[in-house]
C-alpha cells in the first residue's frame, strides 16, 4: 500500500465519520446531549492521537532507533488511523447509551 492509496483511505474514513457525526446531531432531538457525545468522543479522539505522536517522537529521538522516513510516515498515517477509528466508535457507542 503506497502513502498516497494510505491518505486516500483515511480521507473517506473521515468523511464516513463526519457524516454519521452530522446525521447523529439532526437526528438528536436533544441538543445539548448530542454535543456532549460530540465533544466527549473528538476528547477521545485527540488524546489517542496525541499518544501516538508522542510514542513515534520518542522512537525517533531515541539514540537506537533507527527509521526510516517511509516508516515514519507509515507511523504517522497509523496512528490518525487509530484516531479516526477512536472517534468513529466513540460516537457510535456513546450514542447507543
Known amino acids: 500500500m503506497t502513502i498516497e492509496l494510505g491518505i486516500i483511505l483515511l480521507t473517506y474514513l473521515l468523511l464516513l465519520v463526519l457524516s454519521y457525526q452530522i446525521i447523529f446531531l439532526i437526528n438528536k432531538k436533544e441538543d445539548h446531549k ?5 465533544n466527549t468522543s473528538y476528547k477521545h479522539a485527540y488524546t489517542i492521537l496525541f499518544f501516538g505522536i508522542l ?10 532507533v533507527h527509521l526510516e522516513s ?8 497509523g496512528s490518525k488511523y ?4 477512536t472517534l468513529a ?3 457510535f457507542l456513546l450514542s447507543k447509551k
Open 55 to 64: 510514542i513515534i517522537y520518542t522512537l525517533i529521538k531515541h539514540p537506537n
Open 34 to 38: 448530542g454535543f456532549l457525545i460530540i
Open 89 to 91: 466508535v466513540s460516537i
Open 82 to 85: 487509530i484516531s479516526v477509528i
Open 70 to 77: 517511509q516508516t515514519i510516515s507509515y507511523l504517522i498515517l
